[in-house]
T-cell receptor
Framework: DAKTTQPTSMDCAEGRAANLPCNHS???????VYWYRQIHSQGPQYIIH?????ETNEMASLIITEDRKSSTLILPHATLRDTAVYYC?????????????WGLGTSLAVNP | DAGVIQSPRHEVTEMGQEVTLRCKPI?????LFWYRQTMMRGLELLIY????????DSGMPEDRFSAKMPNASFSTLKIQPSEPRDSAVYFC?????????????????FGPGTRLTVL
């Protein structure tokens, strides 16, 4: 079973920031938070991951709370091409804990 | 980089026929994963390999499914005989796992998928 809880759907206006929340209250100390997205009819695309600290790359920012029980993916200036299902996944780095267990994700609609 | 390559992109076959899906991982990667995605069950891990060796095949639905990885640059997923309930999109992903224990994690990169329809 997925270890994360995400809203089923969200809307965002084009050009505005999209903030996608994720709850992972049972996360272990050595487990990472990963974000992927899947645009319709395409394979999942890696976005970003983090362990404790906030992370930023060219696609997004990841904010992890101090207790690590929740996180937020931020798309700073959403475009229509960001419309996709966004998956938050908690995983370890060794053995079977490396497996990605996929939930239902958040369906983000970016509107003009 | 070419990314993960899968073939065919679309496959339509009749019930009872053998189906073979192919995957070429990213060069240099040492882990390969096969997933299946349906509307009802979402994304499910079927099997994964480390250094060409199957590590966990607990997600393979039944004996009709088999996967091989004869070398580091090629893997196949075979369904024999195929059934209508096997209709799904099958994804292959690859990653580079650190060879020494480091606490670092690996990131899986996905191919475009094969859409399989079994009539």
């Amino acid at each position: 079973d997925a270890k994360t809880t995400q809203p089923t759907s969200m809307d965002c206006a084009e050009g505005r920031a999209a903030n996608l929340p994720c709850n992972h209250s049972t996360i272990s100390g050595n487990e990472y938070v990963y974000w992927y997205r899947q645009i319709h009819s395409q394979g999942p695309q890696y976005i970003i991951h983090g362990l404790k600290n906030n992370e930023t790359n060219e696609m997004a920012s990841l904010i992890i709370t101090e207790d690590r029980k929740s996180s937020t993916l931020i798309l700073p200036h959403a475009t229509l091409r960001d419309t996709a299902v966004y998956y938050c996944i908690v995983r370890g780095h060794a053995g079977n804990n490396r497996k990605l267990i996929w939930g239902l994700g958040t369906s983000l609609a970016v509107n003009p | 980089d070419a990314g993960v390559i899968q073939s065919p992109r679309h496959e339509v076959t009749e019930m009872g026929q053998e189906v073979t899906l192919r995957c070429k991982p990213i060069s240099g990667h040492n882990s390969l994963f096969w997933y299946r995605q349906t509307m009802m069950r979402g994304l499910e891990l079927l099997i994964y390999f480390n250094n060409n060796v199957p590590i966990d095949d607990s997600g393979m639905p039944e004996d009709r499914f088999s996967a091989k990885m004869p070398n580091a640059s090629f893997s196949t997923l075979k369904i024999q005989p195929s059934e209508p309930r096997d209709s799904a999109v099958y994804f292959c992903a690859s990653s580079l796992v650190p060879t020494l224990p480091s606490g670092l994690t690996d990131t899986q990169y996905f191919g475009p998928g094969t859409r399989l329809t079994v009539l």
